[in-house]
């Protein structure tokens, strides 16, 4: 089974902060994504990563993936009370068709 | 362009009994999936729809299952609730099954199992 391991769980910040959330796996995935969920709404895609090493920015965010896959980063430079919410990652394994599996989230609060 | 909408917003039901939750997809798409999301927890995947066939599951028991109609709306039916069924559900709908294509996620409907 595959997992992946969010830290940290919980983030409080200050507006203007840089912060850095983590997604880890023991396992490769094929392909890397990560949403961001607001209360009351479903989750939203920020980005997919699918080369080992690959860098993308959105923004003030920065997303990467692991040279090996099996982990990935996203970077949110000078945050504001807007990036308030619950950051998944999600990967997809080997095949075209295998189901996203989710990390459990990393709740980041931005204070003014 | 209509995006994904599920209903009910909410439900309570108590355990044993059964329930139906309604999801359209957003227009143009033909795929629906459907997601899991206790508290504190991520989406976990239930089953894919794909052109009215099951396409795909995760583990779930048969008690969770699943249709989908021509207009490429879908039901998730949840028999013999129980307390641990209480969770948000989510639909998701995309245009094919492959990974690579973006899933648009519905609003969710929570459910609480008393």
């Known amino acids: 089974t595959q997992l992946l391991e969010q830290s940290p769980q919980f983030l409080s910040i200050q507006e203007g902060e840089n912060l850095t959330v983590y997604c880890n796996s023991s396992s490769v995935f094929s392909s890397l994504q990560w949403y961001r969920q607001e209360p009351g709404e479903g989750p939203v895609l920020l980005v997919t990563v699918v080369t080992g090493g690959e860098v993308k920015k959105l923004k003030r965010l920065t997303f990467q993936f692991g040279d090996a896959r099996k982990d990935s980063s996203l970077h949110i430079t000078a945050a504001q009370p807007g990036d308030t919410g619950l950051y998944l990652c999600?990967?997809?394994?080997?095949?075209?068709?295998?189901?996203?599996?989710f990390g459990k989230g990393t709740r980041l609060s931005v204070i003014a | 362009e209509t995006g994904v909408t599920q209903s009910p917003t909410h439900l309570i039901k108590t355990r044993g009994q059964q329930v139906t939750l309604r999801c359209s997809s957003q227009s143009g798409h033909n795929t629906v999936s459907w997601y899991q999301q206790a508290l504190g927890q991520g989406p976990q995947f239930i089953f894919q729809y794909y052109r009215e066939e099951e396409n795909g599951r995760g583990n779930f028991p048969p008690r969770f299952s699943g249709l989908q109609f021509p207009n490429y709306s879908s039901e998730l039916n949840v028999n013999a609730l129980e307390l641990d069924d209480s969770a948000l559900y989510l639909c998701?709908?995309?245009?094919?099954?492959?990974?690579?294509?973006?899933?648009?996620f519905g609003p969710g409907t929570r459910l609480t199992v008393l």
């Open positions: 998701a709908s995309s245009f094919g099954t492959s990974r690579y294509n973006e899933q648009f």
């Open positions: 999600a990967g997809a394994g080997g095949s075209g068709n295998t189901p996203l599996v």
